[in-house]
């Protein structure tokens, strides 16, 4: 019998590099031919030789409520008969808004985009702009997107910055991000002791996905929080996997619980907001938000952003 997964695979490595759209679909970490989807409903999905299986991975995070949900594909529906995309706002970019920041008290406002590299990327931006610094804390194992500032590895020490870990990205793009060991206060001490009046943002995945589900300890985190305080950097919490999923409030209610009043100063979402669409969004106070174009001079624009269609996705 023909394996289609293996014929579709063989084709499309012909017109897509490595044959897939983004490098983790290609199965070369775990080896096997990548399953080539044909359909899915609720927890399942068939492949091109018509097998099912149960979908473990949802779409790698926003298929929370699986596939094929009833309010969601008749929210869908009504969208694209009203119209795919316009350049322009509409009413349900609002209304999508304010359910997020319903749910999110660290924010004030929010700006929508249509990945979650987009918005960390802008996230960081947006840091640097509102404090005037360039240099950036992030994490081992803390994933954020592929920008370039974040393709970045560990140095040789917490005097020096990160080399890159893509082919592509110049040193000196990397040479104002430090990384540091994560849940690792020591270090942390140290970096800010040395870095604290140069450092713009400390970003941090509050569970760190993509190294097996570590959550910052709650003293870790607290001391993050202080830390930035003290020297006047931001914090910013990327929730692309966490939002919405840990809890309503998403990850940062969970700190809060422990430690009262606790609030991130930016916030990264995406993944589950856009509910199988490409949505995601960034958001903080007024008065860090509004250093965004067109009120201020830190720019971000997107032909798609706010497309009708995910945002009636992600409201439904």
Not at 86 to 107: N, Q
Not at 234 to 255: H, I, K, N, P, W
């Amino acid at each position: 019998m023909t394996d289609l997964n293996q014929t579709l695979f063989d084709r499309a490595r012909q017109v897509i590099p490595g044959g897939v759209n983004s490098p983790v679909r290609a199965f070369r970490a775990v080896g096997g031919t990548p399953r080539f989807i044909s359909r899915a409903q609720g927890p399942y999905f068939w492949d091109a030789n018509g097998q099912r299986y149960i979908d473990y991975i949802g779409s790698w995070g926003p298929m929370i409520l699986g596939h094929g949900h009833p309010a969601v594909l008749d929210a869908v529906q009504r969208a694209i008969v009203e119209g795919f995309s316009f350049g322009a706002p509409t009413e349900r970019e609002i209304e999508l808004a304010e359910a997020i920041l319903a749910h999110v008290p660290s924010m004030d406002m929010v700006r929508l985009v249509s990945s979650g590299t987009e918005a960390a990327m802008t996230a960081i931006r947006l840091a640097r702009g509102a404090t005037g610094r360039r240099k950036l804390i992030k994490f081992e194992g803390c994933y954020h997107g592929h920008a370039d500032a974040l393709l970045v590895k560990a140095g040789s020490g917490l005097a020096t910055f990160g080399n890159p870990t893509s082919a592509g990205v110049p040193a000196e793009v990397v040479q104002d991000t430090l990384v540091l060991e994560y849940n690792n206060l020591a270090q942390l001490e140290e970096a800010f002791t040395l870095h604290g009046a140069d450092i713009a943002c400390l970003m941090i995945e509050p569970i760190a996905g993509n190294m097996n589900f570590v959550r910052a300890q709650v003293p870790f985190m607290k001391r993050c929080r202080e830390l930035c305080t003290q020297h006047g950097a931001l914090l910013v919490f990327d929730e692309v996997m966490t939002g919405f999923r840990v809890a309503l409030g998403s990850a940062q209610s969970v700190y809060a619980q422990a430690l009262p009043g606790f609030r991130p100063d930016i916030t990264v979402l995406g993944k589950v907001i856009g509910g199988g669409m490409p949505l995601a969004a960034f958001g903080g106070p007024r008065a860090i938000m509004e250093q965004l174009a067109p009120l201020g001079p830190v720019y971000q624009a997107g032909t798609l952003s706010g497309n009708p269609v995910a945002t009636a996705c992600g409201l439904a």
